[in-house]
């Protein structure tokens, strides 16, 4: 993987949220640590779900995981899911929030007690519209598609902060 160089990201908090922070969100958090990592960024870089049926120390899936391993970033085996529902202060804690879809965006936004922080989907931080879609349910080339987009969306939005 390329790594960008990023000379002005603004935000010390970074919260990827998806519906129940197995597969999306632990894969956005891989590349965003991995590239803070490599530029000696010291952001913290968290991730949860918001849909009904989140739940607090589900373990990242597999294919994820496998998915992550191809492009060379391993996700952790200790890795678990959070409920952002029953934990606001990860939602608290945040200054930039990046949701996989829209509707985790409207949904989290019900959690914000303040405007002082970024709200974007991935694709609205690449400057692009629509969602990134839940690979469950479409074996490992639902992952590696989800993965790829996720990247993308990525790298085209650090591009912002170069």
Same mark, same amino acid.
């Given at each position: 993987m390329?790594?960008?160089?990023?000379?002005?990201?603004?935000?010390?908090?970074?919260?990827? @949220? %998806?519906?129940v922070s197995?597969?999306?969100?632990?894969?956005? @958090?891989?590349?965003?640590?991995n =590239?803070?990592?490599?530029?000696?960024?010291?952001?913290?870089?968290? $991730?949860?779900?918001?849909?009904?049926?989140?739940?607090?120390?589900?373990?990242?899936?597999?294919?994820?995981?496998?998915?992550?391993?191809?492009?060379?970033?391993?996700?952790?085996?200790?890795?678990?899911?959070?409920?952002?529902?029953?934990?606001?202060?990860?939602?608290?804690?945040?200054?930039?929030?990046?949701?996989?879809?829209?509707?985790?965006?409207?949904? =989290?936004?019900?959690?914000?007690?303040?405007?002082?922080?970024?709200?974007l989907?991935?694709?609205?931080?690449?400057?692009?519209?629509?969602?990134?879609?839940?690979? $469950?349910?479409?074996?490992?080339?639902?992952?590696?598609?989800?993965?790829?987009?996720?990247?993308? %969306?990525?790298?085209?939005?650090?591009?912002?902060?170069?």
């Amino acid at each position: 993987m390329n790594i960008i160089k990023i000379n002005n990201f603004p935000y010390k908090s970074v919260l990827v @949220v %998806c519906s129940v922070s197995t597969a999306r969100s632990p894969m956005t @958090v891989g590349y965003l640590r991995n =590239i803070f990592k490599a530029n000696q960024l010291h952001i913290e870089v968290k $991730s949860g779900g918001i849909a009904s049926n989140a739940r607090d120390g589900m373990l990242i899936s597999l294919d994820a995981k496998l998915a992550m391993k191809e492009d060379g970033i391993e996700l952790p085996d200790e890795s678990l899911s959070i409920d952002l529902k029953k934990h606001p202060e990860y939602i608290d804690k945040a200054d930039l929030i990046l949701t996989l879809t829209k509707k985790h965006k409207k949904e =989290i936004s019900k959690f914000l007690k303040s405007n002082n922080k970024t709200l974007l989907t991935l694709k609205e931080f690449a400057h692009e519209t629509g969602d990134i879609e839940d690979p $469950s349910m479409k074996g490992i080339e639902g992952f590696r598609l989800a993965r790829d987009d996720i990247k993308h %969306c990525i790298m085209k939005g650090l591009k912002n902060y170069e």
